[in-house]
């Protein structure tokens, strides 16, 4: 592997946006930059962007920026064809904030959207997965996504879809209860409690 002295000088915003502008799409997979250190962005635990500490307002560059991200053993890093940098993600790096069901011939499917736009179907290509949320250690539904990323679900969602899940016993655990809605054939959990 190669250190960051390898590197130029650490990069900015403004250089990373360069670097992928004109691209017509993003092969992370194909691209192996050399590591070089960490860049002074954070997603919050709401999704929100922030460069040196100060919000990141533009739309456009966030979205660009949130096409390259990807999670490896550096951790979570912005991956360009000339190199990569490290960020830091205080939750995961998405927040669902919307879902709707779309009808199918496998029965209603739920898609869900994004603080970002992005567009996903809950399925098994991708799942709803119970972690612990780093600061309560509570656990709770995020949604499994390519690259090695998760979107959480936001507060009023989750309440939101909780009121339509049913009880079921768990499979995962004995004398558990898991809370779960379907999306066509899929059985998403959004949570679990001790059986009564």
Not at 158 to 180: I, N, Q, W
Request: with cysteine.
């Amino acid at each position: 592997m190669l250190g960051a002295s390898t590197c130029e000088a650490r990069m900015d915003l403004t250089q990373l946006q360069q670097q992928l502008t004109g691209l017509a799409h993003y092969p992370l997979e194909q691209w192996t930059p050399p590591f070089c250190g960490a860049i002074p962005i954070r997603i919050d635990r709401d999704g929100r962007w922030f460069y040196q500490q100060s919000p990141i307002e533009r739309q456009p560059l966030v979205k660009l920026f949130a096409a390259v991200l990807c999670r490896d053993e550096h951790g979570y890093v912005l991956k360009t064809p000339v190199e990569k940098v490290q960020i830091q993600v205080d939750d995961a790096p998405f927040v669902l904030i919307d879902a709707e069901w779309q009808p199918s011939t496998a029965g209603p499917l739920l898609q869900v959207v994004s603080n970002l736009g992005q567009i996903y179907l809950i399925s098994a290509e991708y799942p709803v997965k119970l972690q612990a949320e780093p600061l309560s250690g509570e656990l709770l539904p995020y949604l499994q996504l390519p690259r090695g990323l998760s979107a959480k679900f936001s507060r009023s969602l989750f309440y939101r879809l909780a009121e339509l899940a049913s009880s079921e016993a768990s499979r995962s655990a004995v004398g558990m209860v898991d809370y779960v809605i379907y999306s066509g054939s899929y059985r998403c959990v959004l949570g679990q409690s001790e059986a009564s």
